[in-house]
């Protein structure tokens, strides 16, 4: 865990780092928040996440709490006090503090800041080599997904029930029967055409880093593409299923609500693509 919080122009010890109670992030989850991996020291896909923040507040109109430039010698710090070599920066941005009002505070209020580090340990390979089950549910979250809300709330809910059910992700289903997303993980299929299959960007998913690393990588590799939704129906007659996210890279599903998908076993094409993520990682991704 961090060592060193950052928290509104300081870096404190962790035990003594905190915001003050009436924060409109913990009153209200009024705020937007970033993972970034750090590979070797280094950022991951840094501007791509700075794009993705950008993109979520201006969605919610919150302002920057400082510049770009400062936010990155924020970022640089962390990494360097925490001494983190393989693990992610968690940033969080709220309204700040303010008395207790649905309705934005009046201007002059200035955003809360938030920086803290974990180290994190290399997927284990059993998880590679035998991949992970989901279970399908729901999806009962807002219709903003698009948005990197710290209102989290659905997506914990699911995690924890897909968790009961001995499974590693839950895939959430939408009023028509399509896979969104995962509670904290982009969907992926790859059919018997050895299609990739991704469902596209808009509202109800968020636009992955990693998913974003993983379509160039595998247009950079002529793998065949296509962006459509997909029914977990469809998922079960696949040849292979995976999930994406800053921390799991591409990891195979092999099971999803108890049934196997394929042979049962992580595919060709899923462990191509982490093989080929893993490549850019070290080449400064």
Known sequence: MSRFAYVNGQYLPLSVAGVHIEDRGYQFADGIYEVIAVHQGRLVDEEAHLVRLSRSLHEIELAWPVSKAVLKHILRRMIAI??????????????????????????????????????????????????????TMPDQRWKRCDIKSVALLPNILSKQAAKLKGAYEAWLIDEKGFVTEGSSTNAWIVTGKGEIVTRPLGQPILAGVTRQAILALAKEAGLKLVERPFKPAEALKAQEAFLTSTTSWALPITRIDGKPVGSGKPGPITLRLRQLYAEALDKGL
């Open 82 to 135: 925490n001494l983190l070599k393989n693990g992610i920066l968690y940033l969080q941005i709220t309204r700040g503090v303010t008395r207790r009002d649905h309705a934005f505070p009046k201007p002059g209020v200035t955003p809360s800041l938030v920086v803290t580090a974990k180290t994190m340990k290399p997927t284990p390979p059993e998880m590679i080599e035998r991949g992970v089950a989901v279970v």
